[in-house]
């Protein structure tokens, strides 16, 4: 009867035994599957597309000032002087516009800025008043796709300073605006960088490369060609998109 029941403990103890290497082999054998199911590379893929800025703008500044002593602005008066500078100011005005259509710029691709009048008093070391300046400043901006007669802009206004006029012209600004026609190309060629380079992965690891679980398609960047923060000092510019994609891994 003893060893009946040794026999059966035994028994129960083996069967308990294999059940739970059974169990443990099946618990590990789908830890394992589950894990190379779950498997993934996250690789990034870039791609660059050289361009040319597409519109431009430039501001142009002329003025004209007078210094007056005390006593002749005093004479004049303050509106005869300012009626006379308007004036002036609108011959230059007249100058200026005819020497940018001479570059090819259309009408409407010149706006005219309204005028600022400005006046300064001086005086001496005894606190007195002693002279008067006033100007009047005029501006015009022409904003065109024809980003190579901006750059002409700058040697145009110095040519008419060489004939008395007080001209200025401000910081030329290039422009890339047809970003939207070359996005969709741009992320196919990110994209396919990036499959390269997770099946190099792939291989050298000794998994296939399976289908995309994510992507992200990055933001676009336009630079000046050389620069890495500017976007408006250059005609020449760099676009720039880097995606991030994941791709499952298997066996």
């Given amino acids: 009867m003893k060893n ?11 069967i308990l035994a294999g059940g739970m290497a059974l169990s ?8 394992y599957h589950s894990q190379v199911a779950n498997d993934t590379v996250s690789v990034k893929g870039l791609a660059e597309k050289e361009v040319q800025a597409d519109w ?3 501001p142009v500044y002329f003025t004209r000032q007078i210094l007056l002593s005390k006593q002749a602005f005093e004479e004049i008066g303050y509106t005869t002087i300012v009626t006379q500078l308007y004036s002036a100011i609108k011959s230059d005005r007249a100058t200026v516009e005819e020497g ?18 400005s006046s300064k008093e001086f005086r001496g070391e005894d ?5 008067t300046k006033v100007s009047v400043q005029g501006k015009l901006t022409i904003e065109s796709n024809n980003v190579f007669a901006i750059k002409k802009v700058d040697e145009a206004m110095t040519n008419l300073m060489s004939k008395g006029l007080t001209v200025t012209t401000g910081q030329q600004k290039y422009h890339f605006s047809k970003l939207n026609d070359i996005k969709p190309e741009m992320i196919r060629q990110a994209m396919a960088a990036a499959r390269v380079a997770a099946k190099e992965l792939a291989g050298n690891t000794g998994v296939t490369l399976g289908r995309i679980k994510s992507a992200n398609q990055g933001r676009f960047t336009v630079v000046d060609k050389g620069e890495d923060y500017s976007d408006t000092d250059r005609i020449e510019k760099k676009v720039r998109v880097v995606t991030q ?3 499952y891994l298997g066996d």
């Fill in 100 to 117: 940018l259509q001479s570059l090819g710029f259309a009408a409407s691709e010149i706006s005219d800025i309204e005028s600022h009048i």
């Fill in 24 to 31: 443990g082999y099946l618990l590990s054998l789908t830890i």
């Fill in 245 to 247: 994609i994941k791709f």
């Fill in 127 to 131: 606190g007195q008043h002693t002279d």
């Fill in 4 to 14: 009946t029941q040794t026999f059966n403990f035994i028994t129960v103890a083996l």
């Fill in 56 to 58: 431009a703008q430039v």
